[in-house]
């Protein structure tokens, strides 16, 4: 009766193992392989600068793409990233041209990116409009009134010491990539160690299931979209720090970068699976190609051409990944 | 003069990994003839009905319809057995909520004239449909404004329609109210009248001796008996489903034991009425029920679920008013749902989380889970019931139904819960895992938790309950307590 019925790992799940990380294995090759392409064809790809400015870009796509991992492991998604980033930029902008603190503009503009999130999270949890609608609404009617507010010109304010401090760099590290790597290490440390974090993977793994075990479904769905409008207020002082103005035009299309990084990294559409790292190593790699393409001095046009292939491209692996393991329990 | 049969199955075998689902079967039916299908779980009657339907095709033998056997193979039998006229009801709700229900009746094979759809003629003859039924639907209605009640007999409408040469029920009446099942009676009545041959699977006693000329008993996967319904007892009928069997276990019922949970008038119109019960320390109480009886109803008006329109729910002697199913879990109540894939396992997380989401609390330190913690409680759950997985971390999509089920009962052990509700948790489980998780509910009570035991299968009640309820019509029929509990009596009180 005492005997222990777990028996040594047999090589079954050896493999199953191996296949948990086989896409982050072959993240780290393509990366790999896109660093030897670009280094060999786009003059200055390997020099220290461009190295800088890759970390620069990637913490555009990478803090908000945080979050977004969270809102797609609980088989959620929030496409109102790009006109969140720049609304909340301009209304900082506004606070600042007004003469408002420093730290009360930012953090006025944190609280409102948490409240707008959750006004999505709130449509999705309690009054079940999918989440793709809710924030669909979010990402046209944020669009227009930053736009609207603005008349679509820059909203220009008095220099700041500590705000250009974090658009600049500390030993040649841009403040924006230490703030995205901060970030990054608590949103591993949530999502894999926290009750919180686990729940967000029981949600979107099986929702019913995890209702009936007692975990407050509508109160996570809440937060993961909360948690999405603070990382956009978060890109949106960044982006503030780096331009110098609230511009409503700004973060165009940041939503498509954010949610290829998280898939290309991994992450299941459905809900329920999906690793940080995956998403570091997607951000990465979408980061790499965008700059790579510009390097090589493509046509503007085409790069949105090759992105988009590279992208379905990598689903389609990913999807292949996940059958072969045979992880779906059917 | 030789009739022949509208269908015939010839010493037909299927055969699954590990299980024999028919073992050299000869079923054959008359133009005409309503035909009941009895047998308890597992005992081949939706393996029967799916060679029919072309859903399946035997191992060794053949299927006839009107004589001639199938022409096609593999998936285009569902389609040939259909354009041969045979049409089929099951369990599960077949409709697209978001069509009317004309169209749902003529799905797939929508009415035309000159190309376009013929709206007023698939109305009009859909509601020819539904007033056979003695339906006075608007047949213009979406699906979606039906009550599940409705929705079946459009369904049941929808398979009468034309002049099919086969109509298969699968338990249509189980979600009927009796107003209901008589109108299906008399339909069925009906379409035999015209030559349409019935197979009608059900464990309704009533409705059988009401509509049926034969019964057909299965069991393991053999037909037992085919007998005409006007002479045979239902208590041979009894005999014939559950055969030998031997009392493996003897149960020494529990007295004294202060009453943990209570229900006292609980109804839910037109589901339960009135139901009173008490669950004591240490008890196992069964609940024995046909589909459609009540069972489910009856849990989820206890654990908050559905808003009763009477009762009280008291728990360690005192009515809890508002009752929402978390704040019913925080009481010590656990829940393992009856479709354990939909509702129960979370399939990609491991079998460690699958057992310590029930309480975080207890595997984690200020606010950080703890690795060793969470793998130190999923050992004691998996060691003590005897869970065979490779590893803790395994994810549980991996492991056997049995295997799940373990888990499943498992993170209610983990969460210290001392009322256990456990919904039909041997159902899809081999013969091995389940009598371990009879020994599991066993050891459970004798550590003084209280567990309701829901099942379907009659013969394992006694194997388990200090006390079996029994639920019929939504009423609580009989009760039985160990170890005067005994199938045959049980069944025979659940079929009525």
């Given at each position: 009766?005492?005997?222990?019925?777990?028996?040594?790992?047999?090589?079954?799940?050896?493999?199953?193992?191996?296949?948990?990380?086989?896409?982050?294995?072959g993240l780290i090759g393509i990366i790999v392989l896109l660093y030897a392409i670009f280094g060999f064809i786009s003059p200055g790809f390997l020099s220290a600068n461009n190295q800088v400015n890759i970390l620069r870009d990637g913490s555009a796509i990478g803090i908000a793409a945080?979050?977004q991992?969270?809102?797609?492991?609980?088989?959620?998604i929030?496409i109102s990233v790009g006109p969140m980033v720049a609304?909340?930029s301009?209304?900082?902008?506004?606070?600042?041209?007004?003469?408002?603190?420093?730290?009360?503009?930012?953090?006025?503009?944190?609280?409102?990116?948490?409240?707008?999130?959750?006004?999505?999270?709130?449509?999705?949890?309690?009054?079940?409009?999918?989440?793709?609608?809710?924030?669909l609404?979010?990402w046209s009617?944020?669009r227009?009134?930053a736009l609207?507010?603005?008349?679509a010109l820059p909203?220009?304010?008095?220099?700041?010491?500590?705000?250009?401090?974090?658009g600049?760099?500390?030993?040649?590290?841009p403040?924006s990539a230490?703030?995205m790597?901060?970030?990054?290490?608590?949103?591993?440390?949530?999502?894999?160690?926290?009750?919180?974090?686990?729940?967000?993977?029981?949600?979107?793994?099986?929702?019913?299931?995890?209702?009936?075990?007692?975990?407050?479904?509508?109160?996570?769905?809440?937060?993961?979209?909360?948690?999405?409008?603070?990382?956009a207020?978060?890109t949106a002082?960044m982006l503030?720090?780096r331009l110098g103005t609230?511009n409503a035009g700004a973060a165009s299309g940041l939503e498509f970068d954010v949610i290829a990084g998280v898939v290309v990294g991994g992450?299941?559409l459905?809900?329920?699976?999906?690793?940080?790292?995956?998403t570091l190593l997607g951000v990465l790699a979408i980061t790499v190609i965008g700059d790579g393409l510009v390097l090589y001095g493509i046509n503007s046009f085409v790069q949105d051409v090759v992105r988009g292939v590279i992208i379905v491209a990598a689903v389609l692996l990913n999807?292949?990944?996940?059958?072969?393991?045979?992880?779906?329990?059917? | 003069?030789?009739?022949?049969?509208?269908?015939?199955?010839?010493?037909?075998?299927?055969?699954?990994?590990?299980?024999?689902?028919?073992?050299?079967?000869?079923?054959?039916?008359?133009?005409?003839?309503?035909?009941?299908?009895?047998?308890?779980?597992?005992?081949?009657?939706?393996?029967?009905?799916?060679?029919?339907?072309?859903?399946?095709?035997?191992?060794?033998?053949?299927?006839?319809?009107?004589?001639?056997?199938?022409?096609?193979?593999?998936?285009?039998?569902?389609?040939?057995?259909?354009?041969?006229?045979?049409?089929?009801?099951?369990?599960?709700?077949?409709?697209?909520?978001?069509?009317?229900?004309?169209?749902?009746?003529?799905?797939?094979?929508?009415?035309?004239?000159?190309?376009?759809?013929?709206?007023?003629?698939?109305?009009?003859?859909?509601?020819?449909?539904?007033?056979?039924?003695?339906?006075?639907?608007?047949?213009?209605?979406?699906?979606?404004?039906?009550?599940?009640?409705?929705?079946?007999?459009?369904?049941?409408?929808?398979?009468?329609?034309?002049?099919?040469?086969?109509?298969?029920?699968?338990?249509?009446?189980?979600?009927?109210?009796?107003?209901?099942?008589?109108?299906?009676?008399?339909?069925?009545?009906?379409?035999?009248?015209?030559?349409?041959?019935?197979?009608?699977?059900?464990?309704?006693?009533?409705?059988?001796?009401?509509?049926?000329?034969?019964?057909?008993?299965?069991?393991?996967?053999?037909?037992?008996?085919?007998?005409?319904?006007?002479?045979?007892?239902?208590?041979?009928?009894?005999?014939?489903?559950?055969?030998?069997?031997?009392?493996?276990?003897?149960?020494?019922?529990?007295?004294?034991?202060?009453?943990?949970?209570?229900?006292?008038?609980?109804?839910?119109?037109?589901?339960?009425?009135?139901?009173?019960?008490?669950?004591?320390?240490?008890?196992?109480?069964?609940?024995?029920?046909?589909?459609?009886?009540?069972?489910?109803?009856?849990?989820?008006?206890?654990?908050?679920?559905?808003?009763?329109?009477?009762?009280?729910?008291?728990?360690?002697?005192?009515?809890?008013?508002?009752?929402?199913?978390?704040?019913?879990?925080?009481?010590?109540?656990?829940?393992?749902?009856?479709?354990?894939?939909?509702?129960?396992?979370?399939?990609?997380?491991?079998?460690?989380?699958?057992?310590?989401?029930?309480?975080?609390?207890?595997?984690?330190?200020?606010?950080?889970?703890?690795?060793?913690?969470?793998?130190?409680?999923?050992?004691?759950?998996?060691?003590?019931?005897?869970?065979?997985?490779?590893?803790?971390?395994?994810?549980?999509?991996?492991?056997?139904?049995?295997?799940?089920?373990?888990?499943?009962?498992?993170?209610?052990?983990?969460?210290?819960?001392?009322?256990?509700?456990?919904?039909?948790?041997?159902?899809?489980?081999?013969?091995?895992?389940?009598?371990?998780?009879?020994?599991?509910?066993?050891?459970?009570?004798?550590?003084?938790?209280?567990?309701?035991?829901?099942?379907?299968?009659?013969?394992?009640?006694?194997?388990?309950?200090?006390?079996?309820?029994?639920?019929?019509?939504?009423?609580?029929?009989?009760?039985?307590?160990?170890?005067?509990?005994?199938?045959?009596?049980?069944?025979?009180?659940?079929?009525?």
């Amino acid at each position: 009766m005492t005997a222990s019925v777990i028996t040594t790992p047999i090589p079954r799940t050896l493999s199953g193992r191996l296949a948990g990380h086989v896409n982050e294995l072959g993240l780290i090759g393509i990366i790999v392989l896109l660093y030897a392409i670009f280094g060999f064809i786009s003059p200055g790809f390997l020099s220290a600068n461009n190295q800088v400015n890759i970390l620069r870009d990637g913490s555009a796509i990478g803090i908000a793409a945080w979050a977004q991992t969270l809102v797609i492991v609980a088989g959620e998604i929030d496409i109102s990233v790009g006109p969140m980033v720049a609304f909340i930029s301009v209304l900082m902008a506004f606070a600042l041209k007004w003469h408002m603190p420093l730290a009360v503009s930012l953090c006025g503009g944190l609280v409102l990116g948490a409240l707008l999130g959750s006004v999505a999270g709130v449509l999705r949890g309690i009054f079940n409009v999918p989440s793709f609608v809710a924030t669909l609404g979010l990402w046209s009617a944020l669009r227009g009134l930053a736009l609207f507010m603005t008349n679509a010109l820059p909203v220009s304010f008095d220099d700041n010491d500590t705000l250009d401090w974090i658009g600049d760099n500390v030993f040649g590290i841009p403040v924006s990539a230490v703030v995205m790597i901060i970030l990054f290490a608590i949103f591993v440390f949530v999502s894999r160690k926290t009750a919180l974090g686990r729940s967000v993977y029981a949600v979107g793994g099986n929702a019913s299931a995890a209702r009936l075990c007692g975990i407050n479904v509508t109160g996570i769905r809440i937060l993961v979209f909360t948690l999405s409008g603070l990382m956009a207020a978060v890109t949106a002082i960044m982006l503030l720090a780096r331009l110098g103005t609230g511009n409503a035009g700004a973060a165009s299309g940041l939503e498509f970068d954010v949610i290829a990084g998280v898939v290309v990294g991994g992450t299941s559409l459905t809900g329920g699976r999906g690793s940080m790292l995956g998403t570091l190593l997607g951000v990465l790699a979408i980061t790499v190609i965008g700059d790579g393409l510009v390097l090589y001095g493509i046509n503007s046009f085409v790069q949105d051409v090759v992105r988009g292939v590279i992208i379905v491209a990598a689903v389609l692996l990913n999807v292949a990944a996940a059958r072969r393991s045979g992880r779906a329990g059917r | 003069m030789i009739t022949i049969p509208v269908a015939e199955i010839r010493q037909a075998s299927r055969r699954y990994p590990g299980v024999v689902a028919l073992d050299r079967v000869d079923f054959a039916v008359q133009p005409g003839e309503v035909r009941a299908i009895l047998g308890k779980n597992g005992a081949g009657k939706s393996t029967l009905i799916r060679l029919l339907t072309g859903a399946e095709t035997p191992d060794d033998g053949t299927v006839l319809l009107a004589g001639e056997p199938f022409r096609e193979q593999g998936e285009g039998r569902t389609r040939e057995a259909a354009a041969r006229g045979l049409r089929a009801v099951y369990q599960e709700l077949s409709l697209v909520p978001s069509m009317s229900i004309a169209e749902n009746m003529f799905l797939g094979a929508w009415l035309r004239r000159s190309g376009m759809l013929d709206h007023a003629r698939m109305v009009f003859e859909a509601r020819q449909a539904l007033a056979r039924l003695g339906l006075t639907l608007d047949p213009s209605l979406p699906v979606s404004s039906l009550s599940p009640a409705a929705r079946q007999m459009v369904e049941i409408a929808r398979a009468f329609l034309g002049t099919p040469k086969l109509v298969i029920l699968d338990e249509p009446t189980s979600s009927l109210a009796a107003a209901e099942v008589d109108q299906v009676c008399a339909a069925v009545r009906d379409v035999a009248a015209q030559g349409t041959a019935v197979l009608y699977v059900s464990h309704r006693m009533s409705e059988i001796r009401r509509l049926a000329d034969t019964a057909t008993v299965l069991r393991d996967g053999r037909i037992i008996s085919t007998l005409p319904v006007a002479e045979a007892r239902t208590e041979d009928i009894v005999q014939m489903m559950l055969g030998r069997s031997e009392q493996a276990r003897q149960i020494t019922p529990q007295v004294g034991g202060r009453p943990l949970l209570s229900v006292q008038g609980l109804s839910l119109p037109p589901k339960l009425q009135s139901i009173s019960l008490d669950l004591k320390e240490g008890e196992v109480l069964g609940i024995a029920g046909l589909l459609g009886s009540g069972r489910t109803e009856l849990i989820e008006a206890i654990l908050g679920f559905t808003k009763p329109a009477a009762g009280i729910v008291a728990v360690d002697g005192k009515a809890i008013a508002r009752r929402g199913y978390r704040s019913m879990i925080r009481r010590g109540f656990g829940y393992t749902p009856e479709s354990r894939k939909e509702d129960g396992i979370i399939p990609l997380l491991g079998v460690d989380e699958n057992t310590v989401i029930t309480d975080f609390r207890r595997v984690d330190r200020i606010g950080v889970l703890s690795t060793s913690a969470i793998a130190r409680a999923t050992r004691g759950v998996v060691e003590r019931l005897h869970v065979k997985t490779a590893a803790t971390t395994t994810p549980i999509g991996t492991l056997s139904g049995g295997n799940q089920q373990k888990v499943v009962i498992g993170r209610w052990i983990h969460a210290r819960s001392r009322i256990l509700l456990l919904d039909e948790p041997t159902r899809g489980v081999d013969v091995e895992a389940k009598n371990q998780i009879y020994d599991i509910i066993r050891g459970l009570a004798r550590e003084g938790r209280a567990i309701l035991f829901v099942s379907s299968e009659i013969e394992e009640l006694d194997q388990v309950c200090d006390r079996v309820l029994v639920l019929r019509d939504g009423q609580i029929a009989e009760e039985h307590t160990a170890p005067d509990i005994d199938a045959e009596r049980l069944l025979a009180a659940c079929i009525g």
